[in-house]
């Protein structure tokens, strides 16, 4: 066979490798000889340095650590330091909270503001002398000695805290102050803690300390809905913080601490108290002596009264954080941050809601046991007219008709009963009020007694816990978890009405365990009677620079109502709802004249309280409960939600053309067939009349006892044919018990112990 390489090539190719093998061991030999001699020189050389014996464990090994923790603790540093430093990323961060903003009703009459009073006409020169030494004494006396973070100050807050047993001191700087404010939430977690550190000392590398000082006195919040002490001055000394006496600037700087606790409009002795030991930390500091601060003991500042000024604090919080967030939605070659907003409210509506809510808890809030409310009025579009998040914006700025998630309790059936026609049923279709279980939960109706074959209509109107449940289990067809399944839909149909809170899955949810806000929860029902088009909540309909000119519209701009459940089913849902208001467990709700539809809930062991009904013109959401989740003394929705709603809406339609409800029309008179009409006209006159009083007080065996006497009579008039399916008995006379026997629209008979998830705050 022929040789394809000749020999001699084979050769020459036997003689490269064989070298460069060489050249190769002799390189690794040449480099090892090489490296051991230079670890022999560079050990010799280091043997001059060695130290042993004690100094070894004194000096060396002491440094080699603390060098290793330091390595580790600097890496520790940069990787807390990247989210702090994240919050620096808008190039605009300087003003980007430099919002100025002027509101307006919806006719175009003031009712106040809300942003920073930055007032750059004002330098720190022009502040009184003693009015930011009073700040300095009293918030961080050695602002202008430290980097950004006091540690001195850190150490001893902690050591005072420790002590204490409890948080008596805070231990940020101005400059940390300045960098929750400018940056972050007033959360107290260590997760805060640690960005305001970091961010603090990138402030001191960026401003100077006055800019740092102005910075903090201009945008500190000081109550009132004021911002800077220029903007609190005016507030409550109606004068420029260019001349606020010394006693005036001590009130302020005492200010900082706790605006809500110590805003003398509010409260002023705490607030005079709280200025006497703004004076006795500024003769601590060394700023002053006693016989210059005597006089301001001696004369303490006067506030200014205005408690006359109502003006609707809640709903400028909420505008004010909604146009913060359209803000953010504008080019950002828009500069402007002064800007004179148009909301939807109408301060008429307004009043009644205030009114209406503080009149029911005077006058019953006491005997249920009830200390707060929140109410919000909406049009069909989501433009929110009128909004009460609690008792008073003074003791509270808690908005608990947009930040509190509350159990809706029966009021969320309706979500569970509009899903259940989106798939097939129909408002006469019977489900059989039944026992039924999922897992080891088994809900229980009103008497732990079951209606048998009834309609949706029924039992919607009486507040049956019983169907929802079925239902839930029935939308899920033949999957291998039909309930799961089931409520799933539910929770889709429901974030088709605008719901956004998390709306966990359990076995309860659909008789109202999940919790929801007021707002979304009023909004949300203007589905129905806008034709099952779902609106978003807003307060804002115009935007305009402080020069006039247009910036934002929201019937240009906005975002529009969307088809979330078709108009047919609205409007069955709708006829459905407003046989709760004629002949069911809302009757108290019911407005002469004009067509209304809602639905009651009341939640575990009487915890909250809900009216949410509609109108053809405006939907309105009522709660009634405590803020420590504590039980009310047996309130349920349709006693002083209800009665709060219809005051709240008989002003709301005074001088408006009144609207029909599609699939209710002008509404219908409440049937009679089982009274003669003169007792029947005549009962329904009273239950409109009733006012909610005291709860009443029935022992536990009177109630089962009537109870089982109205069962056999129920029983008696089925079988002597004078009682139909459809004419069920009233609800007003069934008693409000103290016993085991639940509302009609509570869930808690129905959840149980393992029901219904914990509360959230």
């Known amino acids: ?22 050249r190769i061991d002799s390189t690794l030999f040449s480099s ?39 390595l580790g603790g600097l890496i520790v540093m940069l990787a807390l330091a990247v989210p702090a430093f ?67 100050g850190t150490a001893r807050a902690l050591v005072t805290n420790a002590q204490a047993g409890g ?46 000082l102005k910075l903090y006195l201009d945008r500190a919040y000081l109550g009132g809905g004021t911002f800077g002490v220029d903007g609190a001055a005016h507030f409550y000394f109606n004068k420029s913080a260019r001349d606020v ?94 800007f004179v907003v148009r909301t939807a409210i109408d301060m008429t509506v307004q009043r009644a809601a205030e009114e209406a809510v503080e009149n029911q808890l005077r006058q019953f809030g006491r005997d249920y046991h009830a200390t707060q409310a929140a109410a919000v009025v909406a049009d069909l579009d989501g433009g929110i007219r009128a909004m009460v998040g609690g008792r008073d914006y003074g003791a509270s700025q808690f908005n608990r008709a947009t930040d509190a998630y509350r159990q809706p309790g029966s009021s969320f059936k309706p979500y569970v009963y509009a899903t259940a026609l989106l798939n097939g049923y129909k408002p006469s279709s019977i489900v059989v009020d039944g026992p039924v279980c999922i897992g080891n939960w088994c809900p229980q ?22 169907v929802p449940v079925k239902l839930s289990i029935a939308l899920g067809g033949k999957a291998p978890n039909p309930a799961k399944v089931g409520r799933q839909k539910i929770t889709e149909v429901a974030r088709r009405f605008g719901l956004t809170a998390p709306l966990p899955d359990t076995p309860s949810m659909p008789i109202g365990s999940d919790e929801v806000t007021v707002v979304e929860h009023a909004v949300a029902y203007a589905t129905f009677p806008n034709k099952g ?26 975002k529009k109502p969307v088809q979330a459940i078709p108009a047919s089913v609205a409007a069955d849902m709708s006829g459905m709802m407003s046989h709760v208001v004629s002949e069911g467990t809302a009757r108290r709700a019911a407005i ?19 009216f949410v009904g509609f109108t053809g013109n405006f939907s309105c959401a009522v709660w009634y409960g405590n803020d420590d989740y504590s039980p009310t003394n047996r309130m349920t929705g349709g006693s002083l939600p209800a009665q709060t709603w219809r005051e709240i809406m008989v002003v709301a339609h005074q001088g408006v053309e009144v609207k029909e409800i599609p699939g209710v029309g002008m509404g219908a008179k409440p049937p009679q067939s089982a009274l003669p009409a003169a007792v029947a006209a005549s009962s329904a006159s009273r239950i409109l009349e009733t006012k909610p009083g005291p709860p009443p007080v029935l022992t536990k065996r009177g109630a089962d006892i009537l109870v089982r006497v109205e069962k056999l009579l129920d029983d008696a008039g089925k079988a002597a044919g004078k009682t139909s399916s459809n004419d069920q008995p009233k609800q007003p006379a069934k008693p409000i018990t103290s016993g085991a026997v639940a509302s009609p629209d509570n869930f808690a008979a129905a959840a149980g112990a393992q029901a219904a998830p914990a509360p959230r705050n």
Do not use: C
């Not at 066979?1 to 060489?22: C, G, T, Y």
């Not at 210059?292 to 505008?319: H, M, S």
């Not at 067509?595 to 009651?600: E, F, I, S, V």
């Open 1 to 22: 066979m022929r040789q394809i390489v000749p020999e001699q090539w084979k050769q020459k190719i036997r003689n490269f490798f064989l070298d460069l093998d060489a």
């Open 32 to 70: 090892g000889k090489g490296l051991r001699e230079l670890y022999e020189r560079y050990s010799t050389f280091m043997d001059r340095f060695h130290v042993g014996r004690w100094k070894r464990w004194v000096f060396i090994e002491p440094a080699s650590e603390a060098a290793t923790v330091g």
């Open 86 to 152: 994240r919050e620096t990323a808008d190039d605009d961060w300087l003003k980007k909270s430099d919002l100025a903003v002027s509101f307006l009703d919806r006719y175009g009459n003031p009712i106040g503001s809300r942003g920073i009073k930055h007032n750059d006409s004002i330098p720190l020169e022009d502040f009184p002398d003693n009015l930011i030494k009073a700040t300095l004494a009293t918030e961080d006396r050695r602002f202008y000695d430290h980097f950004g973070i006091d540690m001195a």
């Open 167 to 212: 948080v008596r001191q805070g231990g940020s700087s101005i400059t940390q102050q300045l960098a929750k404010n400018l940056f972050l939430n007033n959360e107290r977690t260590i997760e805060r803690k640690v960005k305001e550190a970091f961010l603090a000392i990138w402030l001191e590398t960026r401003l100077t300390k006055n800019e740092i």
């Open 245 to 338: 006496t010394l006693a005036e600037s001590a009130m302020l700087a005492g200010l900082f601490k706790a605006p809500t606790k110590y805003a003398p409009h509010i409260n002023l002795p705490a607030a005079r108290a709280r200025a006497n030991i703004v004076l006795d930390n500024l003769v601590d500091a060394g700023f002053m002596t006693e016989g210059q601060v005597f006089g301001a003991r001696r004369n303490p500042a006067i506030a200014v009264d205005r408690r006359d000024e109502n003006w609707p604090n809640y709903y400028l919080d909420y505008a004010f954080e909604e146009m913060r967030k359209l803000v953010d939605t504008f080019p950002k070659s828009y500069t402007e941050r002064v």
């Open 445 to 466: 109706n009103y008497g732990h007694s079951y209606s048998g074959s009834v309609t949706l209509t029924q039992a919607i109107t009486r507040s049956i816990n019983v």
């Open 533 to 558: 088009r779902a609106a978003k909540p807003h307060a804002v309909l115009e935007v305009r620079s402080s020069v006039g000119d247009l910036v934002w519209r929201f019937d240009r701009d906005g």
């Open 592 to 610: 002469e004249g004009i067509p209304t539809a809602g639905k009651t809930g009341t939640t575990n062991a009487y915890r909250d309280a809900w």
